[in-house]
């Protein structure tokens, strides 16, 4: 497509539940990265991908938290036992690489919402 | 203190008017550094792009990067009501920081 696609746009969940989170970047894109905003912040830094390599998870808040990214494209964010404080906008976003000088561009993101 | 600080404002001001946005950061190793813009319920979208120091001019948008400061700028003339979004700044170095984002509203 001619963006970063992000599914579901709207997420409803009960607290406790588990949540997936599907992002399609930008074709031939090879960085992938999941941001966090919750209302009135600034984005937080979850996971990165690039190509092949292992990603790095530093920014992932607890252990409930975890991505996949299969054949270098789609990738999944997951939340296991979604807590309220987990509600806010997941942004993905992907970069043809990692170089300093390459650009990232954002999908629309999926507002979850733990009730 | 945060890597990147941005004010969140919420910074209103009429139509016609010339907006002043500001960053301050921490890193002297960032190179690149981008304003994004976000309308309400929506991703950001990549607005200005410049690397090291300098204006950079486009259209009614000018991108200004002090590295001696550590300070950057996005200015606005003539807002519009179309203008009414958030204003993320972003620097890279070898990762991405973003501001907290300062929310604009131009009044008609």
């Known amino acids: 497509g001619a963006g970063v696609s992000q599914s579901p746009s709207n997420k409803v969940t009960e607290k406790g539940k588990d949540v997936e989170l599907r992002c399609d970047p930008i074709s031939g894109h090879t960085a992938l990265y999941w941001y966090r905003q919750s209302l009135g912040q600034g984005l937080e830094f979850l996971i990165y991908?690039?190509?092949?390599?292992?990603?790095?998870k530093s920014g992932l808040p607890s252990d409930r938290f975890s991505a996949e990214r299969t054949g270098g494209s789609v990738s999944t964010l997951t939340i296991q036992r979604t807590q309220q404080e987990d509600s806010a906008v997941y942004l993905c976003?992907?970069?043809?690489?990692?170089?300093?000088?390459?650009?990232?561009?954002f999908g629309e993101g999926s507002w979850l919402t733990v009730v | 203190q945060k890597e990147v600080e941005q004010d969140p404002g919420p910074l209103s001001v009429p139509e016609g008017a010339i907006v002043s946005l500001n960053c301050t950061y921490s890193n002297s190793a960032f190179q690149y550094f981008m304003w994004y813009r976000q309308y309400s319920r929506k991703g950001p979208e990549l607005l200005m792009y410049t690397y090291s120091s300098g204006n950079k001019e486009d259209g009614r948008f000018t991108a200004q990067v002090d590295k001696s400061s550590k300070y950057i700028s996005l200015f606005i003339r003539d807002s519009q009501p179309s203008d009414s979004a958030t204003y993320l700044c972003?620097?890279?170095?070898?990762?991405?920081?973003f501001g907290a984002g300062t929310r604009l509203t131009v009044k008609p």
């Open positions: 972003a620097m890279k170095s070898n990762d991405m920081r």
């Open positions: 991908f690039q190509g092949n390599s292992a990603p790095d």
């Open positions: 976003a992907s970069s043809l690489g990692s170089g300093t000088g390459n650009t990232i561009y």
